[in-house]
């Protein structure tokens, strides 16, 4: 036992207190007992408090004992549970009386099954914990924290040391800086009857159509018969019985590829008397590569013309799909460097794709350039989609210029064909009804507008004439009913003489049949539609129709034809021709595209050729705007969109709008210049990845970076789930972040930026399970554990008990104590005063004095206005002695000697 300061420098506040003392001394000398008294008091407060400032602390060796048992309930350890619970049950009934023990299990997580108790009752393991994982590490600093420290310390872990996640050694340093003995108890995992698919191994990056082999490893700990099979991409592509023999066995398979893509490899092993399937299967992902090539969505051929020669004259290799057939995934889409949308309809491509297209731009830096034309932008429903959303222009206006005034005739086939059901019980003629009905919603009071309604005769359901009332028109519309044959000419004809009449500068008939009609006749009303410049309109519906001459009609008179072949695309149909119609998206004029601002594209350029129409949208803020028309309406705009880039060209390069550019001789150059602008950036070989299993996967990237460097990563998970990671500079030659950890096949893309520029590269990597499961575990690790830390390996419960615990000592802060007493003495002192104690303590000191026979004599002044009270001592040793009164000489002595207590003084004091 000891005692110690904390501060032990405060104690030279003592000799200071000291010098006052000494200085004050003279001044109370004289005084009487009690102020003496008084004053000493405060002297030992003002010690006490310096003492306390001090921190006195008192050492002491305990004898307490804190146990904490640490069990392994991970999976590959399941089968010893029972010989855990047997072994901590004994062990508990073995300590001593001083001892607390504990119980903590752990697996990837940690948790305690009860604290640290006198007499702990443990029969089963209740708590929960992830098991897929064996976490020694930070099962041993979980442990750590919960010893008390005024307690000798002992740990006893119970695993059979197949460390899958963290380091062991890594707390050997915090084990002996806070005494803690460590036992072991190894125990035995391995199943007798086990086959492990180790490995399935290909070469990450293969040539399409050539031959190369996948190497399929199985460990066995038995000779047995089993079935392998091998799965690319979900579907089986070999499946046969071999032998395995005991220990490695390695098997060959040959595949090839036929398209470029990444591919997902699972290999999977099966016997019937295997104890363990959860290691019965692996995974491998390869990717046939080849120079990126574009990918170009396509509704209608002839708008493609120009652009195929754009990329020829690019060098490109490309693809040319359909829109309708486009069902690409994100894996296709990698491998293109930009994707063009050739004046396509939204309403033409799945969401799926559009979602995928996002993420491949956003996420994966590739490129997106959308042609104009009247299925795009507003006029192909991008509004409110994302397609809106990732170009660099929006589709509502920003200035509404007054809108022209239009007469139109709709002319509505009610055979008795229309009549057969498209969607459920819902018929085409009341699709139609209602397509009609959104038509009319959108054009203005000041509009012209009548409905003839044809069978094998007509009718004008609704009198053409100005659009007074919507709801009139929508309510007359609603009361056509299914007719019979189909005549198509006669209320053609006179929807034409209806409109000749008309005043408005654009009149427009929409013609909607799903029949054949006549066989010929049409010239007649297309020819005096032509020169009263009528324009008719043709919508078709189903197979049954006579296409050529609605298509012949539509585009005699400057209309346009719609073939569709399901009804339940008319609204979007009308809607596109009622936009159309108002002529508040298409402008169809000549111009000269004027610059706004250059950037790589356009800089070498001083002048274009003219334009004769383009969509009109709306530039984005903080978008690049290249090119305007002459209304200071977006032509080419363009703007980085997450790590990609989009493109917006709104007029057409069918040649309709641009026939003068498709002449132009820098034609080629300037697209040229947009191509290279939007191109995905390479791959890039200049850094290398690393990935590390911990509690997830520790993804990291290593090279030569430049201090301004910044680099996400794109992480694709085996159950297709995506997320964009922040990496964090660890070094400056490495990035790093943490991914989930799940078994199969992952895809990572990371981009590194510097300097404005992005690069990026991708790494396929494949997680089988969890090594829990694996048969040929290297257990070396943690028995280097044991080795360093000097942990004892126990084999009876007994065994944790023998052995010397490192021994502890607790302080006890004295402070504490020392103020509480100060307190106590200071609240007597202030008693004292209060209360005029001092005289029965003076009283007390004489008679005290008497008693010992030290005072002789003793004089108390008694100051009660009018005479001093002297009395003598009496003498003990001779009792019965008279006192005898002072003399003069004897009193003036006494007064020197002795001191002469006024009590109206104290009283005062």
Same mark, same amino acid.
């Given at each position: 036992?000891?005692?110690?300061?904390?501060?032990?420098?405060?104690?030279?506040?003592?000799?200071?207190?000291?010098?006052?003392?000494?200085?004050?001394?003279?001044?109370?000398?004289?005084?009487?007992?009690?102020?003496?008294?008084?004053?000493?008091?405060?002297?030992?407060?003002?010690?006490?408090?310096?003492?306390?400032?001090?921190?006195?602390?008192?050492?002491?060796?305990?004898?307490?004992?804190?146990?904490?048992?640490?069990?392994?309930?991970?999976?590959?350890?399941?089968?010893?549970?029972?010989?855990?619970?047997?072994?901590?049950?004994?062990?508990?009934?073995?300590?001593?009386?001083?001892?607390?023990?504990?119980?903590?299990?752990?697996?990837?997580?940690?948790?305690?099954?009860?604290?640290?108790?006198?007499?702990?009752?443990?029969?089963?393991?209740?708590?929960?914990?992830?098991?897929?994982?064996?976490?020694?590490?930070?099962?041993?600093?979980?442990?750590?924290?919960?010893?008390?420290?005024?307690?000798?310390?002992?740990?006893?872990?119970?695993?059979?040391?197949?460390?899958?996640?963290?380091?062991?050694?890594?707390?050997?340093?915090?084990?002996?800086?806070?005494?803690?003995?460590?036992?072991?108890?190894?125990?035995?995992?391995?199943?007798?009857?086990?086959?492990?698919?180790?490995?399935?191994?290909?070469?990450?990056?293969?040539?399409?159509?050539?031959?190369?082999?996948?190497?399929?490893?199985?460990?066995? *700990?038995?000779?047995?018969?089993?079935?392998?099979?091998?799965? @690319?991409?979900?579907?089986?592509?070999?499946?046969?019985?071999?032998? %395995? $023999?005991?220990?490695?066995? @390695?098997?060959?398979?040959?595949?090839?590829?036929?398209?470029?893509?990444?591919?997902?490899?699972?290999?999977?092993?099966?016997? $019937?008397?295997?104890?363990?399937?959860?290691?019965?299967?692996?995974?491998?992902?390869?990717?046939?590569?080849?120079?990126?090539?574009?990918?170009?969505?396509?509704?209608?051929?002839?708008?493609?013309?120009?652009? @195929?020669?754009?990329?020829?004259?690019?060098?490109?290799?490309?693809?040319?799909?359909?829109?309708?057939?486009?069902?690409?995934?994100?894996?296709?889409?990698?491998?293109?460097?930009?994707?063009?949308?050739?004046?396509?309809?939204?309403?033409?491509?799945?969401?799926?794709?559009?979602?995928?297209?996002?993420?491949?731009?956003?996420?994966?830096?590739?490129?997106?350039?959308?042609?104009?034309?009247?299925?795009?932008?507003?006029?192909?429903?991008?509004?409110?989609?994302?397609?809106?959303?990732?170009?660099?222009?929006?589709?509502?206006?920003?200035?509404?210029?007054?809108?022209?005034?239009?007469?139109? +005739?709709?002319?509505?086939?009610?055979?008795?064909?229309?009549?057969?059901?498209? %969607?459920?019980?819902?018929?085409?003629?009341?699709?139609?009804?209602?397509?009609?009905?959104?038509?009319?919603?959108?054009?203005?009071?000041?509009?012209?507008?009548?409905?003839?309604?044809?069978?094998?005769?007509?009718?004008?359901?609704?009198?053409?004439?100005?659009?007074?009332?919507?709801?009139?028109?929508?309510?007359?519309?609603?009361?056509?009913?299914?007719?019979?044959?189909?005549?198509?000419?006669?209320?053609?004809?006179?929807?034409?003489?209806?409109? @000749?009449?008309?005043?408005?500068?654009?009149?427009?008939?929409?013609?909607?049949?799903?029949?054949?009609?006549? $066989?010929?006749?049409?010239?007649?009303?297309?020819?005096?539609?032509?020169?009263?410049?009528?324009?008719? *309109?043709?919508?078709?519906?189903?197979?049954?129709?006579?296409?050529?001459?609605?298509?012949?009609?539509?585009?005699?008179?400057?209309?346009?034809?719609?073939?569709?072949?399901?009804?339940?695309?008319?609204?979007?149909?009308?809607?596109?021709?009622?936009?159309?119609?108002?002529?508040?998206?298409?402008?169809?004029?000549?111009?000269?595209?004027? +610059?706004?601002?250059?950037?790589?594209?356009?800089?070498?350029?001083?002048?274009?050729?003219?334009?004769?129409?383009?969509?009109?949208?709306?530039?984005?803020?903080?978008?690049?705007?290249?090119?305007?028309?002459? $209304?200071?309406?977006?032509?080419?705009?363009?703007?980085?969109?997450?790590?990609?880039?989009?493109?917006?060209?709104?007029?057409?390069?069918?040649?309709?709008?641009?026939?003068?550019?498709?002449?132009?001789?820098?034609?080629?150059?300037?697209?040229?210049?947009?191509?290279?602008?939007?191109?995905?950036?390479?791959?890039?070989?200049?850094?290398?990845?690393?990935?590390?299993?911990?509690?997830?996967?520790?993804?990291?990237?290593?090279?030569?970076?430049?201090?301004?460097?910044?680099?996400?990563?794109?992480?694709?998970?085996?159950?297709?789930?995506?997320?964009?990671?922040?990496?964090?500079?660890?070094?400056?030659?490495?990035?790093?972040?943490?991914?989930?950890?799940?078994?199969?096949?992952?895809?990572?893309?990371?981009?590194?930026?510097?300097?404005?520029?992005?690069?990026?590269?991708?790494?396929?990597?494949?997680?089988?399970?969890?090594?829990?499961?694996?048969?040929?575990?290297?257990?070396?690790?943690?028995?280097?554990?044991?080795?360093?830390?000097?942990?004892?390996?126990?084999?009876?419960?007994?065994?944790?008990?023998?052995?010397?615990?490192?021994?502890?000592?607790?302080?006890?802060?004295?402070?504490?104590? %020392?103020?509480?007493?100060?307190?106590?003495?200071?609240?007597?002192?202030?008693?004292?005063?209060?209360?005029?104690?001092?005289?029965?303590?003076?009283?007390?000191?004489?008679?005290?004095?008497?008693?010992?026979?030290?005072?002789?004599?003793?004089?108390?002044?008694?100051?009660?206005?009018?005479?001093?009270?002297?009395?003598?001592?009496?003498?003990?040793?001779?009792?019965?002695?008279?006192?005898?009164?002072?003399?003069?000489?004897?009193?003036?002595?006494?007064?020197?000697?002795?001191?002469?207590?006024?009590?109206?003084?104290?009283?005062?004091?």
């Amino acid at each position: 036992m000891r005692i110690s300061l904390e501060r032990p420098l405060i104690l030279l506040l003592i000799p200071i207190l000291g010098v006052v003392i000494w200085l004050l001394s003279k001044r109370f000398y004289k005084e009487g007992l009690g102020k003496k008294f008084v004053v000493v008091l405060r002297i030992v407060i003002f010690l006490l408090i310096i003492l306390a400032l001090s921190i006195p602390k008192l050492t002491i060796s305990s004898n307490k004992v804190a146990t904490i048992y640490l069990a392994d309930l991970s999976d590959s350890n399941a089968k010893n549970i029972d010989k855990m619970k047997d072994f901590i049950q004994k062990a508990i009934k073995l300590k001593k009386s001083n001892e607390m023990q504990s119980v903590v299990v752990f697996g990837q997580d940690t948790n305690v099954e009860f604290s640290l108790k006198n007499n702990p009752k443990f029969s089963e393991f209740g708590s929960v914990v992830d098991t897929s994982e064996t976490n020694i590490e930070n099962a041993i600093k979980f442990a750590a924290n919960l010893f008390p420290k005024d307690f000798q310390k002992r740990l006893v872990i119970l695993t059979d040391g197949k460390e899958t996640v963290g380091n062991a050694k890594t707390t050997i340093d915090l084990l002996n800086n806070n005494g803690i003995d460590v036992k072991v108890l190894l125990l035995k995992s391995e199943k007798e009857k086990d086959i492990q698919f180790s490995s399935l191994k290909i070469p990450q990056k293969v040539v399409k159509n050539q031959e190369f082999s996948v190497f399929a490893n199985i460990n066995s *700990t038995y000779p047995a018969s089993a079935q392998l099979k091998i799965f @690319r991409d979900g579907s089986l592509i070999f499946s046969q019985k071999i032998m %395995l $023999e005991k220990g490695e066995n @390695r098997f060959v398979i040959k595949d090839k590829l036929p398209r470029e893509g990444i591919y997902r490899y699972q290999g999977v092993i099966e016997a $019937e008397d295997d104890e363990e399937d959860k290691n019965n299967f692996a995974y491998a992902m390869c990717q046939v590569k080849k120079p990126q090539k574009v990918l170009v969505v396509y509704q209608n051929i002839d708008d493609v013309k120009n652009v @195929r020669s754009l990329l020829d004259s690019y060098s490109a290799d490309y693809d040319m799909v359909i829109s309708d057939n486009v069902d690409f995934g994100l894996d296709r889409l990698m491998q293109y460097s930009f994707v063009v949308l050739c004046n396509v309809s939204k309403n033409h491509l799945t969401d799926k794709f559009l979602n995928d297209c996002e993420r491949y731009v956003k996420d994966l830096g590739g490129g997106l350039l959308v042609i104009g034309g009247e299925n795009s932008y507003a006029l192909g429903n991008y509004s409110n989609s994302v397609l809106e959303k990732m170009l660099p222009v929006k589709m509502q206006l920003k200035n509404k210029e007054k809108e022209r005034n239009v007469a139109v +005739v709709l002319v509505i086939d009610h055979s008795r064909s229309m009549g057969e059901s498209n %969607l459920g019980n819902i018929n085409k003629l009341e699709i139609a009804k209602s397509a009609a009905a959104k038509m009319i919603d959108h054009l203005e009071s000041s509009d012209s507008v009548g409905v003839i309604a044809f069978d094998h005769n007509f009718y004008w359901a609704s009198k053409f004439g100005k659009l007074k009332s919507k709801n009139e028109v929508i309510e007359n519309i609603s009361g056509i009913q299914i007719g019979g044959g189909t005549a198509i000419i006669p209320p053609l004809t006179e929807a034409v003489n209806t409109l @000749r009449k008309s005043k408005a500068k654009d009149k427009v008939i929409v013609l909607l049949t799903d029949g054949y009609g006549e $066989e010929g006749g049409y010239e007649y009303p297309a020819s005096i539609a032509k020169r009263n410049n009528i324009k008719i *309109t043709t919508i078709g519906v189903g197979s049954s129709i006579n296409a050529p001459i609605l298509s012949w009609m539509a585009a005699y008179t400057s209309g346009r034809f719609y073939y569709v072949k399901d009804a339940s695309n008319l609204i979007d149909v009308f809607l596109k021709e009622a936009k159309i119609i108002k002529g508040k998206y298409i402008k169809e004029k000549k111009f000269i595209p004027k +610059v706004v601002e250059t950037n790589f594209i356009n800089s070498a350029f001083s002048s274009y050729p003219p334009l004769y129409g383009y969509i009109a949208t709306t530039k984005k803020d903080i978008a690049t705007s290249l090119l305007v028309s002459d $209304e200071d309406e977006p032509i080419l705009t363009v703007w980085r969109y997450g790590l990609g880039k989009t493109a917006a060209w709104c007029s057409d390069l069918n040649g309709s709008w641009s026939r003068d550019w498709v002449m132009w001789d820098k034609f080629s150059k300037f697209f040229s210049n947009l191509f290279k602008w939007l191109e995905k950036g390479a791959e890039d070989d200049s850094f290398t990845f690393d990935v590390q299993k911990e509690k997830g996967l520790v993804v990291s990237i290593n090279g030569k970076f430049k201090s301004n460097a910044t680099a996400t990563l794109k992480c694709i998970y085996p159950n297709a789930a995506e997320k964009m990671l922040k990496m964090k500079r660890t070094s400056p030659d490495k990035f790093e972040t943490m991914a989930e950890f799940m078994p199969g096949n992952y895809t990572f893309v990371a981009f590194v930026t510097e300097d404005g520029k992005t690069k990026m590269s991708t790494f396929l990597y494949s997680i089988n399970y969890s090594d829990e499961f694996r048969v040929d575990f290297d257990s070396s690790r943690f028995e280097q554990f044991i080795a360093l830390s000097n942990a004892k390996v126990v084999k009876n419960p007994g065994d944790i008990y023998k052995g010397k615990l490192k021994e502890v000592y607790s302080q006890q802060d004295l402070s504490d104590f %020392l103020i509480i007493l100060c307190i106590f003495l200071f609240l007597l002192e202030i008693a004292i005063r209060r209360f005029a104690l001092y005289v029965q303590i003076e009283r007390l000191f004489l008679q005290t004095c008497n008693t010992m026979k030290k005072v002789k004599y003793l004089k108390i002044k008694m100051d009660f206005g009018k005479k001093d009270l002297i009395t003598k001592a009496n003498d003990t040793r001779k009792p019965g002695k008279k006192v005898k009164l002072l003399s003069k000489k004897e009193k003036k002595q006494d007064e020197k000697d002795h001191e002469i207590l006024d009590i109206k003084k104290l009283r005062r004091f």
